[in-house]
């Protein structure tokens, strides 16, 4: 799972987004991974999401901007855990949690903590992905 949005990381979040992975559904094999094409479309529309709350349309504040990509991050994840239980498979780990104890789960071992680009990489133009709001009144 992606890393939880901080100060530290911030600036990585919205200016190194191109160059982190995206997974089309061309990435997975036509069978047998749906579990993996669960993750990928929670990347992407974690991705896509980071560029609304990082283009200054939605925040103007870098406090404003790190408030906007935790919801967004949280919202990616929370439908990530709705998708996980529609199938009949067994939930990620993570979604089994509630509260603050699925965020600390999903925040707990992030494969790339700084957000950091992948060398060579640019992600490919992807479709957009309803379900964000950014709410400035929770920050």
């Given at each position: 799972?992606?890393?939880?949005?901080?100060?530290?990381?911030?600036?990585?979040?919205?200016?190194?987004?191109?160059?982190?992975?995206?997974?089309?559904?061309?990435?997975?094999?036509?069978?047998?991974?749906?579990?993996?094409?669960?993750?990928?479309?929670a990347i992407n529309r974690l991705e896509l999401w980071f560029t609304l709350c990082c283009s200054g349309l939605v925040a103007?504040?870098?406090?404003?901007?790190?408030?906007?990509?935790?919801?967004?991050?949280?919202?990616?994840?929370?439908?990530?855990?709705?998708?996980?239980?529609?199938?009949?498979?067994?939930?990620?780990?993570?979604?089994?949690?509630?509260?603050?104890?699925?965020?600390?789960?999903?925040?707990?071992?992030?494969?790339?903590?700084?957000?950091?680009?992948?060398?060579?990489?640019?992600?490919?133009?992807?479709?957009?992905?309803?379900?964000?709001?950014?709410?400035?009144?929770?920050?």
């Amino acid at each position: 799972p992606p890393a939880r949005p901080t100060a530290h990381n911030l600036a990585a979040v919205c200016h190194q987004g191109q160059g982190r992975p995206r997974y089309p559904d061309s990435f997975f094999p036509p069978s047998f991974f749906s579990h993996f094409r669960r993750r990928g479309k929670a990347i992407n529309r974690l991705e896509l999401w980071f560029t609304l709350c990082c283009s200054g349309l939605v925040a103007q504040q870098s406090s404003q901007i790190l408030c906007c990509t935790q919801q967004a991050w949280k919202q990616a994840l929370s439908q990530f855990c709705v998708d996980e239980y529609s199938t009949m498979t067994v939930p990620y780990v993570c979604c089994e949690a509630s509260g603050d104890a699925r965020w600390s789960c999903f925040n707990s071992k992030p494969e790339n903590p700084n957000y950091n680009p992948t060398l060579g990489y640019t992600a490919p133009p992807m479709n957009w992905e309803p379900g964000f709001t950014f709410n400035p009144q929770a920050c």
